[in-house]
Each structure stands twice: as C-alpha cells, then as structure tokens.
C-alpha cells in the first residue's frame, strides 16, 4: 500500500527556517514526479515545488523560489522541503503527493490531475 507521511511543521517567526519531510512507503521515488503542495485557510491549493524522479530536475512557484529547496533521498524515500526566509503568507498545512502518470515534473506540474497518495499534511505557521 502506497503511503506519504509528512513531518516537520510547526511555529516559526518570520524570517525563520523549517525543514519538512514527505516519507514514502509502498513506491520508488525515482518512478514519480513528487509535488510540494499547500493549501491555507480560505485558500485554493497551490503547488509550491516539484521534483522529477528521472532526473531529479526541481521547479518551485515563484512565491517561493530562492526561498524553498526541494530535496530527496532515494535511499530513505524521503523528499525534503527546506523552508528559509519563511513570511506570514507561508502559513499553510503543507502536503505531498506523487504524479502517478510522470516522472518529469514539467512546466504544468502545478496543476496536473494525477496527483495521488495525499498525505495528512504538516501544519506550518509563521507568526511573531
């Protein structure tokens, strides 16, 4: 059975760090795109960054890019999310999820439909 847990929210002040994990279970990373998503109160859901298991090629919404790294480690079936510079509008319960049909995360990453495999989340929140 497929399986993301993620981990690694919590309360931070602006300007700080967090370092999110999404462990997988049941899958190889190297077989999927793996999306960074999040969704805040009252909000859509947003794509925050992709990383293709072909390749490991990353791409990140422009809110986030130069902020965010997104990282994996096949061999503990882990993909990061290195949180930096983290503002007010960062709050969100994050969550991660694999494209089913790709391994390339490409340029519509954000809103392909064949996300699966969501996870609980992880809660983060920026606030002094």
């Known amino acids: 059975q497929v399986q993301f847990v993620e981990s690694g929210g919590g309360l931070v002040q602006p300007g700080g760090s967090l370092r999110l994990s999404c462990a997988a279970s049941?899958?190889?990373?190297?077989?999927?795109?793996i999306g960074w998503f999040r969704q805040a109160p009252g909000k859509e859901r947003e794509g925050v960054s992709c990383?293709?298991?072909?390749?490991?090629?990353?791409y990140y919404a422009d809110s986030v890019q130069g902020r965010f790294t997104i990282s994996r480690d096949g061999a503990k079936k882990t993909v990061f999310l290195q949180l930096n510079n983290l503002k007010p509008d960062d709050t969100a319960a994050y969550y991660c999820?694999?494209?089913?049909?790709?391994?390339?995360?490409?340029?519509?990453?954000?809103?392909?439909?064949?996300?699966?495999?969501w996870g609980q989340g992880t809660q983060v929140t920026v606030s002094s």
């Open positions: 999820a694999a494209d089913i049909m790709r391994r390339q995360c490409g340029s519509n990453w954000p809103t392909s439909p064949e996300y699966r495999y």
């Open positions: 049941g899958l190889t990373l190297d077989y999927y795109a």
């Open positions: 990383i293709s298991g072909s390749d490991g090629s990353t």
